[in-house]
């Protein structure tokens, strides 16, 4: 059967939500019985996210095969609730490197070779290849940046050659753009999205579907006029407006008719019932909306000038306040200038510390990891919170003064923290850490056993350093125990102190395997924890 594609397309400025409204497509799909899935393109010439900085990207993503993909990735599995492999994010510097080395082993038997058709082949074929291998019935892909933008350029030709080759009944363009009001004058203008429709024009797409991004409902006047200058039917314009929660935006697309078009586009009719997938879908949502009494909690971390940064961590934190009925209120604080304001921990109900690399903002967590343990104040580390959490108990329990990870003091005597043995020949910082899903085996008896219920879990990684089996046992005679190992009692993967109220740390990433409705293990046991 052929697949169907859907392709998001942006314009006028970027964070616009292509994002969420590729998931908000993919998911009204899903819930019609719809075998579907979601690719995103980045048009940057970084080969994946790996080594960009958060505060200017974003959280980098990390997929249970490896990848460290653009942070969309994580709002198509959260969505969808289901894993998205890391062949799903496409960047430039894929595309590039593929045609470089084919055309070094001579496989352009002499051509001279060029964006077209080179480049836009490979664009093509690896779209059509995850629609062939997962036997798609609707793919829907979105092509990162906006249109204009040179970097975007080879990519929208090879989806407007997709659409001349697959047929106009087998491909849909939907353009995300921005319709402002403007307060001064109380009016809905549609210039910018005219002028981005123009832009898309030139290269030779139509869209077929305007979403517009406005912050109140469109007016009936406003779709007329965006079809009028867009060649797009007023049936056709839907409008995207800011609602309380992401997870609430399929309601109001499906509420102005997409689906229907989507499908009379398409040319499928006669599906079959399809509440039953609704009731479940919207039971969810509801939990994210009604929950009542409020959990405070403090995220101390090294990127908090950007909530992008920790997106899965934010959204693992309110799925299990929904689960529980709690409202999660998280305040972001700067690991760097907590140093002499750590007494301010003391009014929230719980403290997390999420992963991050370097030196910068360190000693801030480890006197928050102290801090909170002193206190009896709920503690959940992840990766860098996690070993941070061990250090600050190396300094303060077992006498170690000097106590460190060697990613921030290569001297130090008691070295907690150290490098992975296999990353010590590492050059390319690029897709070198440890990544993925992993097996860890759970130690009875403990915290992390309860809270997983399970001998065994499996969960993903995204790290370059790891506690130091040398100082187990003076840990667990000061009251500290590693609960949880992997790769043959190698890796420690979990800690807790007994004796705390709720004193947990993971190495590995556990907000990545958190859905709407299905909160990670970890987080609902700090969440519970928390709010008592």
Request: proline content about 3%; charged content about 25%.
């Amino acid at each position: 059967m052929q697949t169907k594609f859907i392709f998001v397309t942006g314009g006028v400025m970027s964070g616009l939500g292509k994002g969420v409204m590729t998931s908000s497509i993919a998911k009204l799909l899903q819930l019609s019985n719809q075998k579907v899935s979601c690719v995103k393109i980045d048009p940057y010439l970084n080969y994946d996210a790996g080594t960009m900085n958060p505060i200017a990207h974003g959280e980098v993503f990390v997929t249970e095969d490896g990848g460290e993909c653009d942070m969309d990735i994580g709002n198509y599995e959260r969505f969808l609730n289901q894993n998205i492999p890391k062949t799903h994010n496409i960047t430039t510097a894929q595309i590039y490197s593929t045609v470089i080395e084919a055309e070094r082993r001579g496989e352009y038997l002499g051509a001279c070779v060029q964006i077209i058709p080179h480049v836009t082949d490979e664009i093509k074929r690896r779209i059509r290849k995850i629609a062939e291998d997962e036997k798609l019935d609707i793919l829907v892909v979105e092509c990162g940046g906006t249109v204009g933008d040179i970097e975007s350029l080879p990519f929208l030709e090879a989806l407007r050659q997709l659409r001349l080759e697959e047929g106009s009944q087998n491909v849909i363009f939907v353009h995300v753009t921005l319709t402002p009001s403007l307060d001064v004058v109380g009016e809905q203008k549609t210039k910018p999205t005219q002028h981005s429709v123009q832009e898309l024009r030139r290269i030779g797409i139509q869209p077929d579907i305007i979403a517009a991004r406005c912050s109140s409902p469109l007016h009936e006047s406003t779709k007329k006029k965006i079809s009028m200058f867009t060649n797009v039917t007023t049936r056709d314009v839907f409008s995207c407006h800011d609602v309380e929660s992401i997870f609430m935006v399929p309601q109001i697309l499906y509420d102005q008719g997409i689906v229907d078009t989507i499908f009379t586009k398409f040319g499928k009719f006669g599906l079959v019932n399809t509440s039953a997938n609704w009731d479940k879908w919207n039971s969810i949502v509801n939990s994210l909306q009604t929950a009542e009494g409020n959990v405070k909690i403090a995220m101390v971390g090294k990127y908090v000038t950007l909530t992008d940064s920790y997106v899965s961590v934010n959204h693992a934190l309110k799925h299990a306040g929904a689960k529980i009925g709690k409202v999660v209120s998280i305040d972001w604080i700067d690991s760097e200038t907590i140093n002499g304001n750590v007494d301010d921990l003391s009014k929230y109900d719980g403290v997390i510390v999420p992963g991050g690399f370097g030196s910068r903002g360190a000693e801030g967590i480890i006197k928050t990891a102290n801090y909170t343990r002193e206190k009896n104040i709920p503690y959940f580390g992840i990766c860098f919170g996690f070993q941070l959490a061990a250090v600050a108990f190396g300094r303060h329990m077992c006498d170690f003064k000097d106590a460190n990870s060697t990613e921030l003091d290569q001297n130090t005597t008691n070295p907690i923290v150290d490098l992975l043995p296999e990353q010590k020949t590492v050059s390319n910082m690029g897709g070198s850490l440890r990544l993925g899903a992993h097996e860890i085996l759970v130690k009875g008896n403990t915290l992390a056993h309860k809270t997983y219920n399970s001998d065994k879990v499996i969960r993903r990684h995204r790290h370059r350093y790891e506690i130091n089996k040398k100082y187990i046992d003076v840990f667990e005679k000061n009251g500290m125990i590693f609960s949880a190992e992997s790769d043959n009692a190698k890796r420690m993967e979990m800690l807790e102190i007994p004796s705390h109220k709720f004193y947990f740390g993971v190495q590995f990433h556990p907000e990545f395997n958190s859905r709407p409705g299905y909160p990670e293990e970890a987080f609902e046991a700090f969440i519970s924890a928390a709010s008592k």
